[in-house]
């Protein structure tokens, strides 16, 4: 599975932006599609997924009321809509596909083996 994400740019606190995310390979093997996010000097953590058939959804508390995660089946594309953002939102977003598995965990990073390159995002104050 390879994955393209985009959307990535600096914007001023309290606007919005969206990213996406392309799915392309072995798309039917994915069992959800999660976004996290690395700032500078800190670990990567995990920001929101979304499962890829029922469409169940899972935010980091740090962003729930604000981003809202999305999946186009047809397109293999997933979208992350972030609004009010803050400059504690600025990092490199990344974007993850995971595989069915006997446990689900979405906020766990080794759930997902395939990872695309990441997109920017400042936030300036």
């Known amino acids: 599975v390879q994955l393209q994400a985009s959307g990535g740019d600096l914007v001023q606190a309290g606007g919005s932006l969206k990213l996406s995310c392309a799915a392309s390979?072995?798309?039917?093997?994915?069992?959800?599609m999660g976004w996290f996010r690395q700032a500078p000097g800190k670990e990567r953590e995990f920001v929101s997924s979304?499962?890829?058939?029922?469409?169940?959804?899972y935010y980091a508390d740090s962003v729930k009321g604000r981003f809202t995660i999305s999946r186009d089946n047809a397109k293999n594309t997933v979208y992350l809509q972030m609004n009010s953002l803050k400059p504690e939102d600025t990092a490199v977003y990344y974007c993850?596909?995971?595989?069915?598995?006997?446990?689900?965990?979405?906020?766990?990073?080794?759930?997902?083996?395939?990872w695309g390159q990441g997109t920017e995002v400042t936030v300036s104050s």
């Open positions: 390979g072995r798309t039917f093997s994915v069992y959800a």
């Open positions: 979304i499962t890829w058939v029922s469409g169940n959804t």
């Open positions: 993850a596909a995971a595989l069915p598995a006997s446990s689900w965990l979405p906020s766990l990073r080794s759930k997902y083996p395939y």
